[in-house]
């Protein structure tokens, strides 16, 4: 439930016309002409990402290595690298037309974790990404919501891991999790941060991911919501 001092602070800054917030120490734009609505809201609200910036701020420690997988709007990586350092945060994110405003709030804060423009898969080739004009939606899943198709270089999530070696892997991709999840190794790896989509994948598949993961020796150690939180 939103509580009366969200909605303040979401009233008064779109009364003000907020063009920046800091949450959990991070400075984020707010500039309208580069968010969805919604998106802005919840950054006004400071609702945004809530749950995964929670288990963040619970099991992140200076020295980890992260892994982020669908960066957004740089948000969560500039979180891991205030409290891991920027040279432990690898961020990818296929949607090229996030980058500038990636790099744009990177700035802000005077943090460069390390950033790329590419999709990560199973097996390294070029994806399609189908982009929507929110751009929280676009994904490498077809949604059915007249998204522009691009094609997309892609990273294998194996490999990856193996050259970045994070013990923290961080994920929300609308959808793609579950083929991510269900068939890496995931070596070294101690969490894994993911957002599930049961409106794009379905709840048995993610009970599928699940048990998988858990035969790697993960179990849920939290949830929230949509984010589940997966320890070994």
């Excluded at 809201?41 to 200076?62: D, G, N």
Aim: glycine share 6%.
């Amino acid at each position: 439930m939103t509580s009366p001092l969200r909605n303040l602070k979401l009233h008064w800054r779109r009364l003000t016309d907020a063009q920046e917030v800091v949450l959990d120490g991070v400075r984020i734009s707010t500039a309208a002409n580069t968010l969805p609505r919604f998106v802005r809201s919840a950054l006004f609200k400071e609702s945004y990402e809530f749950h995964e910036r929670q288990l963040v701020r619970e099991k992140l420690s200076p020295g980890d290595r992260v892994l982020e997988i669908g960066c957004g709007v740089g948000f969560i990586s500039l979180l891991c690298a205030k409290r891991c350092g920027s040279e432990n945060v690898l961020s990818y994110e296929a949607n090229p037309l996030l980058e500038q405003i990636i790099r744009g709030n990177y700035a802000l804060n005077g943090l460069t974790p390390n950033l790329r423009m590419r999709a990560i898969t199973t097996n390294a080739e070029p994806i399609t990404f189908y982009r929507s004009d929110n751009i929280v939606s676009s994904s490498t899943k077809d949604r059915g919501a007249h998204a522009e198709t691009m094609i997309v270089e892609s990273d294998r999530l194996d490999d990856v891991v193996a050259s970045h070696r994070p013990n923290v892997v961080i994920m929300d991709v609308e959808g793609a999790e579950i083929e991510l999840l269900s068939t890496s190794e995931l070596e070294g790896v101690k969490h894994v941060i993911v957002e599930v989509h049961p409106h794009i994948t379905g709840e048995a598949s993610i009970q599928e991911m699940v048990e998988k993961t858990n035969r790697l020796g993960f179990k849920i150690e939290a949830e929230a919501h949509r984010t589940i939180l997966l320890s070994r």
